[in-house]
């Protein structure tokens, strides 16, 4: 996350909550509320910019993933740690990516999650495939989710993904997901609302500096390196 250029603004814009304008255009609508834990408000559109930024298209790359001994290498990599290690909502193995929604349960980061999972699934299909080198995408999109709405949407169009995909008929007949595979969440799950918790800074391994949110579902897209356009 790179932090914009801050400038300068008016008093009055500081009173009124709100950041000026780029030179030309109008100002921007008053905040809602201030300080380092402010999340704004999640509209639909904004959450179904941020998937189609995240989805490749189908076909795109060597897409291994629709091989069914490979996907179940990652779907068993995503159920080894569940309930010990995060809480899974659901997820959905593609030809050339995966979406998950996830929850990671305390002392847990989600980079140390992303970490484990790409790590052993690519030396595992590697080995399987006879090959050699870089499997996944170095980076992944996640999106920390804010309110129960917004969780429900994502969950819903990652169930239904492969059948909207015109992968399968129906989201129960991919068997490398959630839906598929009859998995139920643990009961012990609860969304937790992001303002109720600080930012705490983290590093990912050699990568950017992150911001996570204890206790945060995600929203989590991870591509196969050769699938990035």
């Not at 408000?41 to 189609?52: G, K, S, V, Y």
């Not at 080894?80 to 050339?96: Q, T």
């Not at 847990?108 to 399987?128: P, V």
Request: charged share 25%; proline share 8%.
């Amino acid at each position: 996350m790179t932090p914009g250029d801050m400038g300068c603004f008016r008093q009055g814009d500081r009173k009124a909550g709100r950041m000026p304008a780029p030179q030309g255009g109008a100002p921007e609508p008053p905040l809602r509320n201030c300080g380092a834990g402010f999340q704004p408000a999640e509209r639909r559109e904004d959450l179904d910019r941020i998937i189609q930024e995240s989805e490749p298209p189908l076909q795109l790359g060597s897409c291994v993933l629709g091989k069914a001994e490979v996907a179940e290498i990652v779907q068993k990599a995503l159920l080894f740690f569940e309930n010990r290690r995060y809480w899974l909502r659901a997820w959905c193995i593609m030809p050339n990516h995966v979406h998950t929604v996830v929850a990671p349960l305390w002392g847990h980061t989600l980079s140390q999650i992303m970490h484990s999972w790409k790590s052993f699934t690519a030396k595992e299909i590697n080995r399987l495939l006879g090959r050699r080198g870089v499997l996944w995408e170095r980076e992944s999109f996640d999106h920390l989710i804010r309110s129960v709405e917004s969780l429900e949407h994502l969950v819903q169009y990652t169930i239904e993904n492969p059948a909207a995909a015109g992968l399968c008929k129906r989201p129960d007949d991919w068997v490398f997901s959630s839906c598929g595979a009859g998995f139920q969440p643990a009961e012990e799950y609860a969304f937790v609302e992001p303002r109720q918790t600080p930012y705490t800074p983290m590093r990912g391994r050699g990568e950017l500096p992150h911001l996570h949110k204890a206790s945060g579902t995600y929203f989590v897209t991870f591509r196969l390196f050769d699938a990035v356009v």
